[in-house]
């Protein structure tokens, strides 16, 4: 009886960590990370950060692959949020002419910005009057007339220049990949302690 729970637990651990990471992995693919998502990913980030503790003292090998998996988790929602911005930017972008009202200086002696023109302000053909974030772009002179492209609905920053080109999924791609074979080495090792208990 106990060695059916150990294997029974074995089992669940090797398949439950890969398809837990799968699912919130889709839920960010997608966009669409609903509340059970996000409370599996928090569980998940606690649940990592307590066996990478165990595992520096136990097993420093698979200490690296849950460091990689971290990492590369951490990657995947970064880029992720980015394409999205971009993806949304090019189906529905809204690309204007607008004129420079003036520029946004910013001091920030602890990151060494000193003084630097960081934002414009923008006036919109139908009156807006936005703020862009260079993000370290050359700032166009007051008074010019420049590109920019806009989200009609607002939820992403306005941006200098033409609509963008559909975004390119392949470092996403390769970085879900490293996810998910990261996750399956773990939950291997995992399940093997299990089933030794």
Not at 16 to 38: D, F, K, L, T
Not at 100 to 111: A, E, L, N, Y
């Amino acid at each position: 009886m106990a060695e059916a729970t150990r294997l029974g637990g074995a089992a669940v651990v090797l398949v439950g960590i890969p398809a837990a990471m799968y699912y919130v992995g889709w839920a960010m693919w997608e966009g669409s990370p609903g509340p059970w998502a996000a409370l599996l990913f928090i569980v998940i980030g606690a649940t990592h950060w307590v066996l990478f503790l165990f595992l520096v003292k136990e097993a420093a090998s698979f200490a690296l692959v849950l460091m990689v998996l971290n990492i590369s988790w951490i990657l995947l929602f970064i880029l992720r949020s980015g394409m999205s911005e971009d993806q949304r930017m090019h189906d529905q972008g809204v690309t204007e002419q607008a004129v420079v009202t003036g520029w946004i200086r910013t001091s920030d002696p602890m990151g060494g910005v000193y003084d630097q023109v960081t934002a414009i302000g923008l006036k919109l053909p139908g009156g807006g009057t936005p703020r862009l974030e260079l993000k370290g772009a050359h700032a166009p002179a007051i008074g010019t007339t420049v590109q920019v492209t806009r989200d009609p609905q607002g939820d992403v920053p306005i941006r200098l220049g033409p609509r963008p080109g559909a975004p390119d999924g392949l470092l996403a791609t390769i970085t879900l990949v490293v996810v998910l074979g990261a996750s399956l080495t773990l939950s291997a090792g995992a399940a093997a302690v299990v089933k030794d208990w």
